[in-house]
Every structure is written in structure tokens, then in C-alpha cells.
């Protein structure tokens, strides 16, 4: 694991030193320089922490916070570039699968013609006390696929490890371990976190919003953790370029032990982040923008983790009276964000 996250550049640096290095010594020690350098170049091939990623057409990425990153996903190197013969050996399983979820919708959505508009229902206020409504299991193969890991050896920036495994009880386990050893590359200056998000999308990559979220109080979620405090993050990506970081955040605190709790959070309690980064603009988290959910493990504690996960959903409590729960200002006419 630690030689596939070596730095390319760095070991070939090294071979060039050790190639000059050696041609100026006596032939006596040429089966030395010979053996170094052979060395150098079996160590050299096996690493690939700049090695350029390649995702599918229809594939989702992350997105850089502001306009000054040289490419969608922010990373130096980064080709997204796909050569015609990759397109077209991609064709036919891209038609097959992003149209048998066309049909799916159409369906859905002709099914959904009737008198009694669920959505309208709720926005007029038929949404129970106590109401609870479990969106996201992890019961079938199916579900669990919507669910995609990352971690920051994925992005050749660390050590640690994540995965997210079904059980036998039909939970799903997000599991691995975090290490916050930096890598000696001269640019990763932190390193150390795990993470989980949604990927649930309508045909042809279209966002699928949580709008129908927008009568409920709380995020609900089952889980059963190890004492550790993740991060749940409702992630809002608009279609400008500096809105595309931003995501509301939450801790999500764990008991330990063997027994299930259930968080009930308020999505007046969410702030406002850009990359994770918490931001001195705060409004609540317009639940029509949000299009994905994520849990991230991020504390700064070595070693390993596991988070099991029954469901996640959205519960009502009539109650809960409060708009927003964190300061904000008026800001002055002329302002970094406009009028």
C-alpha cells in the first residue's frame, strides 16, 4: 500500500541522481550502479500517486470552489478527456443502463397522475406530528450501489481505507481505517479522513433534489457506531462554478457499544460550508438545492472505524419552532457576493 502511494516524480528524480551519480565511478563498481539503478526503476513503476483517473461518461465528480482550478474536479492533472474508441466501446452499456432509468421515471411518473398530489397534501400541511419517512436503506444490492466510498488514498493524498459492506441483517457497514500520516510530497499538508455519499440520479445524469424533504423538521438516521464523531453533510451544488463546494454540515455523534440510536437532527442546525471549510455567511440549507447526502470521518484519530448504517430518513416534529439556529449579518450593498 505505501509503495502505490509514493510520489512518481520523486523516484525519478532519484533514478536520474543515482544514474549520474554512478557513471562517474570505476568500472569496478559499474554492477553496483547497474543494480541501483535497476532498482530505482522497479520501485519507480510500481508507483502511480499522479496516475490520471478516467470515470465513466455519464459518471459524477467533485468540483472545484472557486473558478481560479484548472480543470472540474480540482486536482493538477486531471485529463477528463475521453478518445472516440473509449466513447464508443462505452455506448452500448450507457444506452442500456440510463435508459432502462428513463423507462423507470416515465413510469414512476405516469403511475403518479391522480387527484391526490402527495406533495401538495404536505405543503398544506398534512404532515403528521411524529411523522417519520425511512428514504435510504441498505437492504438489497441495488441500494447499497447508490452508496459510493472515498477516502484520501483514493486520491493518492494518504493511507487511510473505507468500505461499505452489506451485513447479514441488512444494514449496511462503513468501515476502515485512518491514518494521518502526510505523504512526503511537498504538497498534501493534512491527510487523515473517510467518507461515504449518495449518488442517486435520474436519467442521463440528472440531480435528483430532496425537495420532498422540504415539510419535514429533522434528518432521521439509525445507526450504530464505535464512539467516534462523524460528519453528515447535505450537499447543495448549483450550476455556478463557486457555489459548486458548497454543503451543510453536521456532527454526527456516537454512543459505542451494541445498541442502536437514532439521531434526530434538525436541519435548522446545519451551517454552511464550502469544502468542508465552515463559512462566515451563514443561511439555512435550502433543501430544493440539496441533491446528495454524505457521512465523513475526518477527527484526527488514528486507527480504525466502523459505523453501521439501518437507514436514513426525515421525521417531523411539529414543535420544533426555529428557522435557523447560528447568527447572520446584513452584509453592506457592495459585498464579495453582489447586492
Given at each position: 500500500?505505501?509503495?502505490?502511494?509514493?510520489?512518481?516524480?520523486?523516484f525519478?528524480?532519484?533514478a536520474?541522481?543515482?544514474?549520474?551519480?554512478?557513471?562517474k565511478?570505476?568500472?569496478?563498481?559499474?554492477?553496483?550502479?547497474?543494480?541501483k539503478?535497476?532498482?530505482v526503476?522497479?520501485?519507480?513503476g510500481k508507483s502511480?500517486?499522479?496516475?490520471?483517473?478516467?470515470t465513466?461518461?455519464?459518471g459524477t465528480s467533485?468540483?472545484?470552489?472557486?473558478?481560479?482550478?484548472?480543470?472540474?474536479?480540482?486536482?493538477?492533472g486531471?485529463?477528463?478527456e475521453?478518445?472516440v474508441?473509449?466513447l464508443?466501446?462505452?455506448?452500448?452499456?450507457t444506452?442500456?443502463?440510463?435508459?432502462?432509468?428513463l423507462?423507470?421515471?416515465?413510469?414512476?411518473?405516469?403511475?403518479?397522475?391522480?387527484?391526490?398530489?402527495?406533495?401538495l397534501?404536505?405543503?398544506?400541511?398534512?404532515?403528521r406530528?411524529n411523522?417519520?419517512?425511512?428514504?435510504?436503506?441498505?437492504?438489497?444490492?441495488?441500494k447499497?450501489?447508490?452508496?459510493?466510498?472515498?477516502?484520501d488514498?483514493?486520491?493518492?493524498?494518504?493511507?487511510?481505507?473505507?468500505s461499505l459492506?452489506?451485513?447479514?441483517?441488512?444494514?449496511?457497514?462503513?468501515?476502515?481505517?485512518?491514518?494521518?500520516?502526510?505523504?512526503?510530497?511537498g504538497r498534501?499538508?493534512?491527510?487523515?479522513?473517510a467518507?461515504?455519499k449518495?449518488?442517486?440520479?435520474?436519467?442521463?445524469?440528472?440531480?435528483?433534489?430532496?425537495s420532498?424533504?422540504r415539510?419535514?423538521?429533522?434528518?432521521l438516521?439509525?445507526?450504530?457506531?464505535?464512539?467516534r464523531?462523524?460528519?453528515?453533510?447535505?450537499?447543495?451544488?448549483l450550476?455556478?462554478?463557486?457555489?459548486?463546494?458548497?454543503?451543510?454540515s453536521?456532527?454526527?455523534?456516537?454512543?459505542?457499544?451494541?445498541?442502536?440510536?437514532?439521531?434526530k437532527?434538525?436541519?435548522?442546525?446545519?451551517?454552511?460550508?464550502v469544502?468542508?471549510?465552515?463559512?462566515?455567511?451563514?443561511?439555512r440549507?435550502?433543501?430544493?438545492?440539496t441533491s446528495?447526502?454524505?457521512?465523513?470521518?475526518?477527527?484526527?484519530?488514528?486507527?480504525?472505524?466502523?459505523?453501521?448504517?439501518d437507514?436514513?430518513?426525515?421525521?417531523?416534529?411539529t414543535?420544533?419552532?426555529e428557522?435557523?439556529?447560528?447568527?447572520t449579518?446584513?452584509?453592506?450593498?457592495?459585498n464579495?457576493?453582489?447586492?
Amino acid at each position: 500500500m505505501i509503495t502505490s502511494f509514493s510520489t512518481k516524480f520523486l523516484f525519478k528524480n532519484i533514478a536520474k541522481t543515482s544514474c549520474a551519480f554512478y557513471s562517474k565511478e570505476s568500472t569496478s563498481s559499474g554492477s553496483l550502479a547497474e543494480k541501483k539503478e535497476s532498482e530505482v526503476q522497479n520501485y519507480t513503476g510500481k508507483s502511480n500517486l499522479l496516475e490520471k483517473k478516467k470515470t465513466g461518461i455519464f459518471g459524477t465528480s467533485t468540483v472545484p470552489i472557486n473558478t481560479n482550478f484548472p480543470n472540474p474536479k480540482g486536482v493538477d492533472g486531471y485529463d477528463p478527456e475521453f478518445s472516440v474508441k473509449e466513447l464508443v466501446e462505452a455506448l452500448p452499456n450507457t444506452r442500456k443502463t440510463q435508459g432502462a432509468k428513463l423507462a423507470q421515471e416515465i413510469k414512476e411518473t405516469m403511475s403518479s397522475f391522480s387527484i391526490e398530489k402527495t406533495e401538495l397534501l404536505e405543503d398544506i400541511g398534512f404532515v403528521r406530528h411524529n411523522e417519520a419517512r425511512v428514504e435510504y436503506q441498505f437492504d438489497t444490492p441495488e441500494k447499497l450501489d447508490l452508496w459510493k466510498t472515498g477516502c484520501d488514498s483514493d486520491w493518492k493524498e494518504g493511507f487511510s481505507t473505507c468500505s461499505l459492506v452489506p451485513s447479514d441483517r441488512g444494514t449496511a457497514i462503513f468501515s476502515g481505517n485512518i491514518s494521518t500520516k502526510v505523504l512526503k510530497d511537498g504538497r498534501v499538508e493534512r491527510a487523515g479522513w473517510a467518507s461515504i455519499k449518495l449518488e442517486d440520479r435520474k436519467a442521463f445524469n440528472r440531480k435528483k433534489f430532496f425537495s420532498k424533504w422540504r415539510n419535514f423538521s429533522h434528518l432521521l438516521l439509525k445507526i450504530r457506531g464505535d464512539g467516534r464523531s462523524y460528519k453528515i453533510m447535505l450537499h447543495s451544488p448549483l450550476s455556478m462554478d463557486f457555489t459548486w463546494g458548497d454543503s451543510f454540515s453536521y456532527p454526527l455523534h456516537t454512543h459505542g457499544g451494541p445498541y442502536w440510536q437514532y439521531e434526530k437532527i434538525p436541519f435548522s442546525k446545519f451551517f454552511h460550508t464550502v469544502a468542508g471549510r465552515i463559512q462566515d455567511r451563514q443561511y439555512r440549507v435550502n433543501l430544493e438545492d440539496t441533491s446528495s447526502i454524505g457521512i465523513v470521518l475526518m477527527d484526527r484519530i488514528d486507527g480504525d472505524f466502523r459505523l453501521e448504517i439501518d437507514y436514513i430518513g426525515v421525521y417531523n416534529d411539529t414543535t420544533h419552532v426555529e428557522d435557523f439556529a447560528y447568527e447572520t449579518y446584513t452584509l453592506p450593498v457592495f459585498n464579495t457576493h453582489g447586492f
